[in-house]
Nanobody
Framework: QVQLTESGGGLVQDGGSLRLSCAISGRTFSRALAWFRQAPGKEREFVAGISGGGASLKGYADSVKGRSTISRDNTKNTVYLQMNSLKPEDTAVYYC????????????????WGQGTQVTVSS
């Protein structure tokens, strides 16, 4: 059983930065990892993904491109999301997820999910 635990969320001012972490139990080297978010009343949406198997190819939603960086440390079984220049519209619960293959998907077709961490950006 794979378990994911997010941390690093919180309250930050407009223009601020946060680094989210997701510790994963179990081996996920060959699997893609991703971050999604869900704001109240909205569907869960893709934020960033990183491929598995050592290639570490990355992809981002247009809404966060240029402001966010996803990375993974396979020795620590951890995936990170560095978010800069945060905006009030980034406010959401952020979830990390383990993919079904090496390739990350932009739809929520993932095998395992964390419980989420709240990010609130004040204006």
């Amino acid at each position: 059983q794979v378990q994911l635990t997010e941390s690093g969320g919180g309250l930050v001012q407009d223009g601020g930065s946060l680094r989210l972490s997701c510790a994963i139990s179990g081996r996920t080297f060959s699997r893609a990892l991703a971050w999604f978010r869900q704001a109240p009343g909205k569907e869960r949406e893709f934020v960033a993904g990183i491929s598995g198997g050592g290639a570490s190819l990355k992809g981002y939603a247009d809404s966060v491109k240029g402001r966010s960086t996803i990375s993974r440390d396979n020795t620590k079984n951890t995936v990170y999301l560095q978010m800069n220049s945060l905006k009030p519209e980034d406010t959401a619960v952020y979830y990390c997820a383990v993919g079904r293959s090496m390739v990350f998907a932009t739809t929520p077709d993932y095998d395992y999910w964390g419980q989420g961490t709240q990010v609130t950006v004040s204006s």
